[in-house]
C-alpha cells in the first residue's frame, strides 16, 4: 500500500490475514501496511514502532516483534485460548499509524465439541422437533438414524458426504419409526476439520397417560351413570 501515492502523510493501520476468528496450529498470520513501513506486531497493547532517522532505515520495535517475510504462526501454546494481536506501523517521513487489533480463538482440531442433541432420547411425542446443536454458528451438522451409514464430512468439511445436513430452520422430527432408535452426528468445520461422532440417547414413544392413571375418572362417570339410572 503506497501512502505517498495516495497523498497522505501517515502510515496505514496494520491489517491482519486471516482477520481473526477461529485458526488452528500452523495458520500463518500475515500483516499488511505502507510499502516498505517496518510493523511491528505483539500480544501486548502497547506495542509501539519508532520511526527510523534516515530514508530506507528501519524502524524500532517495542514491547513487540519486527514483522518480515517470514510470518508468525499459531503454535501449540495457543491452543483453545483466545487471543488479541495488535499491530502499529512506521516509516521516515511519514506519521507512525494507528493500532491496529484483531482477534483470534485458538482450536485445535480435535477440540471440536460434537452436537448436542435437544431433546437427547427419552419418551417423546411422534412430530416432536429435534435440534442438533453446535457451538460453531457457521459449522455444518450431519446426522443420520443409527441404523443407518454414519454421517461424515467431505473433503474440505463445507458438506456432508454422507447422512443428512441439519437445518435449523427445518428441523427433523421424531415419528413412530424411530421408537427404540439412536441418532447419530458430528460437526463439520472447513476450519477446525470434523468432530468426534456423537451418538444420541435412545428415543421411546410418548403414548399419554397410563391406563392406571384413568381408573378414578372412569370410577366416577360409572359412579354418576348409577345415580342418574336409579332415580
Not at 496450529?25 to 527510523?52: E, K, M, W
Amino acid at each position: 500500500i503506497n501512502a505517498e501515492y495516495m497523498g497522505w502523510n501517515q502510515v496505514v493501520i496494520p491489517k491482519f490475514f486471516p482477520d481473526g476468528g477461529a485458526a488452528q496450529v500452523g495458520t500463518n498470520i500475515f500483516i499488511q501496511s505502507t510499502d516498505g513501513a517496518t510493523i511491528c506486531y505483539g500480544r501486548d497493547a502497547t506495542v509501539t514502532c519508532t520511526p527510523p532517522t534516515t530514508s530506507g532505515g528501519k524502524g524500532t520495535c517495542s514491547n513487540s516483534f519486527s514483522y518480515s517475510d517470514t510470518p508468525p504462526k499459531i503454535t501449540s501454546n495457543d491452543i483453545s485460548q483466545k487471543t488479541n494481536w495488535y499491530a502499529v506501523a512506521c516509516k521516515f517521513g511519514l506519521s507512525t499509524s494507528g493500532r491496529g487489533q484483531t482477534t483470534y480463538v485458538w482450536r485445535d482440531p480435535n477440540s471440536i465439541a460434537p452436537p448436542n442433541f435437544n431433546p437427547n432420547g427419552g419418551k417423546v411425542a411422534d412430530g416432536t422437533s429435534i435440534s442438533i446443536d453446535t457451538d460453531i454458528a457457521e459449522a455444518i451438522v450431519c446426522y443420520t438414524l443409527s441404523t443407518n451409514s454414519t454421517p461424515a464430512c467431505n473433503g474440505d468439511n463445507t458438506a456432508c458426504a454422507s447422512g443428512l445436513t441439519y437445518d435449523s430452520a427445518n428441523k427433523p422430527l421424531k415419528q413412530v419409526t424411530h421408537n427404540g432408535l439412536k441418532w447419530q452426528a458430528l460437526v463439520c468445520d472447513k476450519v477446525l476439520g470434523p468432530s468426534t461422532l456423537v451418538i444420541s440417547n435412545q428415543w421411546e414413544k410418548y403414548v399419554g397417560a397410563s391406563l392406571a392413571a384413568n381408573i378414578p375418572v372412569t370410577l366416577l362417570v360409572l359412579s354418576l351413570m348409577s345415580i342418574v339410572f336409579t332415580m
